[in-house]
């Protein structure tokens, strides 16, 4: 019987969440057997990119270009298209607006039998002409994976067919984060003894992010009770978020932890976890701080209110609501059994809903439905 080939075709290895649902999907088909899958890449840098290396066991091929309009791309499509020829690839899957569009390219040159798309962020976030051509690449592939049913419900307001959609919720290695102890993160990191850490994971450098939610949120919090804030993530608007922190007068009450890969541990040592964003598709943190037994309090976008039970696992509040963030935190850090019976609620359900293995399934199922539609 012929083992399909698999090209999973990531931007970078950044540590972004895209990037990582890369990673996790390829370790959990490479574990699971089923098929010859291989990883490729627009850009081979990043601190994910040992572990990719690992993962395949040597160099990760690069296809990188300036511009969709240069001849750079041209040279990049023409690259991939060889390297998919004579790999014998049979199925492309790509994973966020750059790879969409290249990978559309390069396998229609090469004559791939199969690509998938992937969707994993809200409208509203890219200019309507990349979503114009963001839509053209999504027209001609033969099934998107959407990471919440928030995502799969905006393609179809945007013209795409519902029957080719495929939700497939993002995973995590639930022992990575599960099993995970704190192991000296505070002292590591220069984070105060005895006192709760609430903690953001995300990048610093989209606006999207909306990181000075917390602050004000934080502001508030600290004027009731005893807490102290942990922003862990890189990025240009990292000064601009001190500043706002001076000026609030709670510098003292906020680390930026920059670039980490001890996200585990460092949730391993947190009280409580938050998602300050104004849009998502379907967050990892949210999931990462349910999976090490945390309360979340997030804003209510994306997928968000497919992983928060509100009141069971913690709170959803409405973007830039400040107010409400900080009554939720508040709440939580004068409850400390409720807020951990909610943090014990969410590991159950991550572990039911969200494993990698529950990924892997629904992959696996995409791909062999889409192979016996190519080969009949």
Known sequence: MKKYRILHLTGSFNQGGTERQAIEAVRGLLSHGEFDVRLATLNAEGPLLADAEKLTGGRIPEFPFDSFFGRSFIKGANS?????????????HSHDFY?????LAAGSLAGVAVNIASKRETFGLRTPRQESVENFAFGRADAIVANSLAVKEMLIEHGIPAEKIEVIYNSLDMDRFGKAESNG???ELGLPDGIPLITLV?????DVKNVPLLLHSAKKVLSATDAHFVIAGEGPLESNLRARARELGIDRHVTFAGRTMKIPELLAASFAGVLTSNAEGFS???IEYMAAGKPVVATCVGGAAEAVVEGETGFLVEADDSERMAERLTFLLKDERNAAEMGARGRRIVEESFSRKRQVE???E????KFSEAFV
């Open 202 to 206: 995300a990048n610093l450098r989209h």
């Open 362 to 364: 629904a992959l696996c």
């Open 99 to 103: 790879t969409n569009v290249f990978a």
């Open 284 to 286: 990892n943190s949210i």
């Open 185 to 187: 993160i505070r002292t």
């Open 80 to 92: 991939a298209a060889r390297f998919i020829r004579n790999e014998c690839i049979d199925l492309v």
């Open 366 to 369: 995409l791909y062999r439905r």
